[in-house]
């Protein structure tokens, strides 16, 4: 099966754009979750997703939303972009039932200035 | 909220040392995962522990889950430079979030 892909792999933004990150999850699995990681703060949960419904949400401000399609692929974006909001975006697949574990794509690199 | 903390932030062992890593929970989990970050890499999922007291062993590996359910540890015996990255535990809290919020992680450096 192919793995979890993210496009773009790389970006660069400047203060205030707005920008969308893609998510495909593996073939069958139904949930799909997002995390930031930066060197400071570690793996922060941005949100979940199963069957097109938000299942749960971190705590980030309201400029970060996301959404799910039919097919399972999300994508996730960003308003008002800030310098702060530069980070590694991972999104992570998974079955869905929440004792199964979760298969991380390779980011996407964001970089705001 | 929910708080997941590792411990030690960072450890640097020689080549056959072994190496532990802590996780403690602010709430009692319903199940705890384990994820290796190879350096510029992505998470990959090592082991789940569900029961309380749990012991699983991957090779020279060792995971455990706290008899309450609010703490877990690696234990990896003989380190070999592969081992190096980063490791995150992560739990659900079980209740009505059953969020999977992920530890601080632990960077291991191993020289060989």
Redesign the interface.
């Known amino acids: 099966k192919a793995g979890v892909t993210q496009t773009p792999r790389y970006l660069i933004k400047t203060r205030g754009q707005q920008v969308t990150l893609s998510c495909s999850p593996i073939s069958g699995h139904r949930s799909v979750s997002w995390y930031q990681q930066t060197p400071g703060q570690g793996l922060q949960f941005l949100f979940e997703y199963f069957s097109e419904t938000q299942r749960n949400k971190g705590n980030f401000p309201g400029r970060f939303s996301g959404r799910q399609f039919s097919n399972s692929r999300s994508e996730m974006n960003v308003s008002t972009l800030e310098l702060g909001d530069s980070a590694l975006y991972l999104c992570a697949s998974s079955q869905g039932d929440r004792t199964y574990e979760q298969y991380f794509g390779p980011g996407t690199r964001l970089t705001v200035t | 909220?929910q708080q997941v903390m590792q411990i030690p932030q960072y450890q640097h062992v020689q080549e056959g040392e072994d190496f532990t890593t802590y996780c403690n929970s602010s709430t009692t989990l319903?199940?705890i995962?384990w994820?290796k970050q190879r350096p510029g890499?992505?998470?990959?999922?090592l082991i789940?522990l569900?029961k309380s007291g749990e012991v699983k062993k991957q090779k020279r590996l060792t995971f455990q889950f706290g008899e309450a359910k609010k703490n877990s540890s690696l234990h990896i015996t003989a380190t070999q430079t592969t081992d190096v990255g980063t490791y995150?535990c992560?739990g659900?809290d079980g209740g009505a979030?059953?969020?999977?919020?992920?530890?601080?992680?632990t960077l291991l450096a191993v020289q060989p």
């Open positions: 909220g319903s199940n995962q994820y890499g992505h998470p990959v999922f789940q569900v995150f992560a659900r979030t059953n969020k999977l919020i992920f530890g601080t992680g």
